[in-house]
């Protein structure tokens, strides 16, 4: 990068983090440190909900995501305008009215502590890693693109963020959001018009999704059907996008602390409201326009030749073994085609780059030859002028903040209020109480680099990955809650067994891989209602037993 560049990072950087500090001041205690003494208005609800949700893995992977599978991962977000008006008429009433820290508290007056336990737990583990992803996932592309040390990147990635995020707690977070989103959301379209302003001069917007809907990249809706009929394995269709959809939205958003957290800072119940409601309306329109820059970057790249390969730095890896010389023949093939892309020339230039990423798998064997998670950056790097590329940068590292400053704030609310107040020490001050949180949410920090450190061959485009995580669990955190809201017979053994259970089968379903992942989310919720069901009756039974074989009081 040029120096432009760098002085446009840091001065966006530092200014954020400064302006976290200053907005950082907040009564010390968990009401003040967790949930911004309940005073948020409507707005900056929204606005942290929505940065909560957008991080990083958003804005780097989804055009890449786009480029080579086109804009059917929006049919992902088709169920979430429906999750958030059953959670403003469910979730949000009990939530608010019982004055919770985290959502599991409610389970314990609905059910037992272990099940309270049990499901902060399961999200405890599932956010925890999907933080440290957050971070690894950003830091991978930039030191791979800049040259810069992965184990660096990761630190000064995670590291920055906990300095505001351990200031101040969810004040801090809720502010920088704000601004966060809105040099985020500046950079995007500024990209997004640069990609059509680089084009040949007889080429617009219109011409440009023109010749992305040609090569199948503007297929918004699909039906999932096959010649042999409904693919149960197709991730991305109508109907997971709105029934597998809906319930990951339902989780997510219903008994994600990290979410939930966001809108139980509101002044009331109607700022909560209308906070996730307007997060339903503005999320699917937002999602598609990310999703469309690389559909414009894939045109962009009809009258510029691709590189053969995204990610140059394990190109520079590769070439240093054996493989050398077939990489580089297979480069001068490349370089051979015409850069027009007629069907013959694109057919030709597909198969050199698969020829290409096979030798490169071989040289690399350990390592993912995956360039989805590239497109995007290597576009930006490649073409954009200077100091639009500082910008860019910074809103990849901003993005990041955003969710991970949340989800700190939320894996440490859980773990103070669910597990240190409950089982270590009750009798906290709420100076101690101020001062535990700020502890345990640098712990988080600190372990969500350690898994940033240790992950690698994520495999899926990155946003994919982060999905992929969360309906391992939402799926089986979701029923729990819809057992505790709507299904009053079954009790606390009951849910807390078929929980276990279910979470397990959940596991191995993954790992047979015969479903797409979305439709974890319905699986996991329903195994929990019907076994919770089955359960109950058997604990029922045993109880009428025990009942019956007590004495008789004469």
């Known amino acids: 990068m040029s120096s432009i560049d760098w002085i446009v990072l840091f001065t966006t950087l530092t200014a954020i983090i400064i302006y976290g500090i200053y907005k950082s001041r907040t009564t010390k205690n968990l009401d003040g440190y967790f949930l911004s003494n309940r005073s948020m208005p409507w707005y900056l609800v929204l606005l942290s909900i929505m940065g909560t949700q957008a991080s ?115 004040k801090a977070v809720a502010y920088t959001q704000k601004l966060q989103l809105l040099i985020i959301i500046t950079g995007m ?37 096959t010649n042999t009929g409904f693919d149960w394995k197709d991730r991305y269709n109508i109907w997971s996008g709105l029934i597998g959809g809906l319930f990951l939205a339902l989780s997510y958003f219903g008994t994600d602390q990290s979410q939930v957290g966001r809108y139980l800072t509101a002044k009331d119940n109607k700022e909560s409201k209308l906070g996730l409601l307007i997060n339903g309306l503005v999320k699917v329109p937002m999602q598609f326009l990310i999703l469309m820059i690389g559909v414009l970057v894939f045109s962009f790249y009809h009258y510029n030749k691709a590189p053969i390969y995204f990610n140059d730095t394990q190109i520079v890896a590769a070439k240093a073994t054996i493989k050398k010389d077939s990489l580089e023949n297979l480069e001068k093939q490349y370089a051979l085609v015409s850069a027009d892309n007629d069907p013959d020339s694109y057919r030709e230039k597909s198969v050199i780059k698969k020829q290409y990423k096979d030798v490169l798998k071989r040289a690399l064997p350990d390592e993912d030859v995956n360039d989805t998670n590239y497109i995007f950056l290597r576009f930006v790097i490649d073409y954009l002028p200077k100091g639009l590329i500082g910008l860019l940068i910074a809103v990849i590292f901003l993005a990041a903040w955003g969710s991970i400053a949340a989800a700190l704030n939320a894996l440490a609310s859980c773990t103070v209020v669910d597990i240190h107040k409950k089982f270590i020490n009750k009798e906290l001050t709420p100076k101690m109480d101020y001062r535990i949180s700020k502890l345990y949410t640098l712990g988080w920090g600190i372990f969500s680099i350690v898994v940033a450190e240790s992950a690698s061959n994520l495999g899926n485009s990155l946003i994919e990955t982060v999905n992929i995580l969360g309906s391992l669990f939402y799926g089986v955190i979701l029923g729990i809650f819809l057992v505790a809201f709507w299904i009053k017979q079954i009790k606390g053994h009951a849910v807390f067994y078929s929980a276990v259970i279910s979470e397990l089968l959940i596991i191995l379903i993954y790992k047979a891989d015969v479903i797409s992942f979305l439709w974890l989310n319905v699986i996991g919720a329903l195994l929990v209602i019907i076994s919770g069901a089955i359960f109950q009756i058997f604990f029922s039974a045993y109880d009428y037993r025990k009942i019956k074989m007590l004495p008789r009081k004469d």
């Not at 890449?64 to 049919?75: K, P």
């Not at 680089?198 to 297929?219: H, R, T, Y």
């Open 56 to 170: 990083a893995i958003t804005f780097l992977s989804a055009p890449g995501q786009a480029y080579t599978d086109g804009m059917r991962f929006v049919q992902y977000y088709f169920g979430l305008p429906l999750a958030m008006i059953i959670i403003c008429i469910v979730f949000v009433p009990v939530f608010r009215r019982l004055k919770v820290y985290t959502a599991y508290e409610f389970l314990e007056e609905r059910f037992d502590v272990k099940t309270r336990t049990f499901t902060s737990f399961l999200f405890q583990v599932s956010r925890g890693l999907s933080t440290g992803i957050s971070i690894y996932a950003p830091s991978l592309i930039l030191s791979s693109l800049l040259g810069w040390n992965i184990y660096w990147t990761n630190i000064i990635m995670g590291g920055l963020l906990i300095i505001y995020t351990v200031s101040g707690g969810a």
């Open 189 to 225: 379209a500024i990209a997004g018009y640069m990609v059509v302003h680089l084009m040949p001069a007889n080429i617009g917007f219109a011409d440009a999704l023109q010749i992305g809907g040609k090569s199948g990249k503007m297929n918004v809706i699909t039906n999932g059907m």
